[in-house]
């Protein structure tokens, strides 16, 4: 029996441990061990120029990213932020811990990203912020996106946590919106084991930016000698993570487009094989965004059919997996949130939908992979019209 063949595996570059030992040799040498050392440094410039924005802070989730963007839209009690409610518990928490009520719309029937002509419906007098979830690493309609935002004066935070290298446009995904929100998390393109980054792409946003990512302190400017001492200035928390993290990420970052490449010719390998099947319900991308490879998904003609589909898979020791439950039909969500319009594309897609494997080196098996799935797939079908 092969090796199972699970949804995701970490990718190691080969230079993460050299990096990591030299960011502790550095501590016995005056470094940082705590954030803000040297490899910090390195890696908010790497990700500064390759994205061509005016600060990223690295923080040590996404989650914690999200946290700050809530507090720099300066969220109050009962403010709103639109949101589709297909997306991961943090895009909405975030908001809730600011006493935000996170409105939900609908998404498109296939791609799953917010629907962005069902957005100016929900904006209301407490309408605060819009979040784009680029689900799967694809891009939302971000020049729609922007044009609502600026029309009714709102801030716009991509939720990019998946989306890293991936574009609208031309335009790299998370640098769109006034603040955008990485993670490297190990599930993620590019990782190290938990992190994240703000990308303040407002120049306004900077100062308070790293004060509320210093406790609250202005302690960034000190350590940089723009400020003979430090004291609390603003509500904040402890949002940054080790510098051996910072050393384990640069590692990746440094080869982020061989990542970003060779997941992107798995995409296109299934893409392939499974389009032309017609057995499953695919997104279609514009042609001027192309998604990062973060993910594999389709939607199954019917619900019913998931759970044996997976079980089938499973049975080759191919992990398929379902992925969210929607947040407005979770008791948290029941309690926190709002919903604008219908979620018909919602439920009936996270009832469908089907994620496959997805990683660096599972190029060389992409194929076998989805030829499997077809069977499966054509004979669960044929049972149905028998
Ligand atoms: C993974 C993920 C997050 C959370 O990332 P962490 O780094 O684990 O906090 C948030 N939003 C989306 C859409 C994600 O996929």
Not at 99 to 115: E, L, R, S, W, Y
Not at 131 to 160: F, N
Not at 295 to 309: E, I, Q, S, T, V
Request: charged share 25%; with cysteine.
């Amino acid at each position: 029996m092969p090796d199972n063949i699970f949804l995701n595996k970490v990718f190691i570059t080969g230079r993460e441990a050299t990096y990591v030992a030299q960011a502790i040799a550095d501590s016995q040498k005056g470094g940082m061990l705590s954030g803000d050392g040297s490899f910090t440094h390195r890696v908010s410039e790497f990700l500064e120029k390759t994205f061509d924005t005016h600060q990223v802070l690295l923080t040590h989730s996404c989650t914690a990213a999200l946290e700050m963007a809530a507090i720099l839209a300066d969220i109050q009690p009962g403010d709103e932020v639109i949101m589709p409610s297909y997306t991961f518990v943090s895009s909405a928490n975030a908001f809730v811990l600011r006493g935000g009520v996170p409105v939900f719309v609908d998404v498109k029937a296939d791609t799953m990203n917010i629907d962005e002509n069902l957005i100016e419906a929900a904006i209301t007098e407490k309408t605060k912020a819009i979040v784009p979830i680029h689900y799967a690493g694809a891009a939302c309609e971000m020049d729609r996106i922007m044009q609502i935002a600026e029309k009714y004066d709102l801030m716009v935070i991509e939720d990019a946590a998946q989306a890293i290298f991936g574009n609208y446009k031309g335009r790299p995904l998370g640098t769109i919106g006034h603040l955008g929100c990485f993670s490297f998390h190990e599930t993620k393109n590019i990782i190290c084991g938990e992190g994240g980054a703000l990308l303040v792409n407002r120049p306004n946003l900077e100062a308070r930016a790293e004060i509320v990512r210093e406790k609250g302190t202005d302690r960034t400017a000190f350590l940089s000698g723009r400020s003979d001492k430090y004291t609390w200035r603003d509500i904040g928390s402890s949002y940054l993570p080790s510098d051996m993290l910072a050393a384990f990420l640069l590692a990746q970052l440094e080869h982020g487009e061989e990542i970003t490449r060779r997941r992107q010719k798995a995409w296109e390998i299934y893409d392939e094989c499974l389009r032309s099947s017609g057995l499953l319900e695919l997104p279609q991308y514009p042609h001027d965004s192309r998604p990062n490879g973060h993910m594999y998904f389709g939607l199954l003609r019917n619900a019913k059919d998931r759970p044996a589909f997976i079980e089938e898979m499973r049975n080759e020791g191919i992990q398929v997996l379902s992925h969210y439950v929607p947040l407005h039909s979770s008791p948290a969500g029941q309690k926190f949130c709002r919903v604008s319009g219908s979620l018909e594309n919602t439920i009936s897609g996270a009832s469908r939908l089907v994620r496959f494997p997805m990683y660096c080196g599972i190029e060389d098996k992409a194929e076998m992979i989805a030829g499997l799935a077809m069977d499966k797939l054509r004979k669960l079908n044929s049972v149905i019209e028998a």
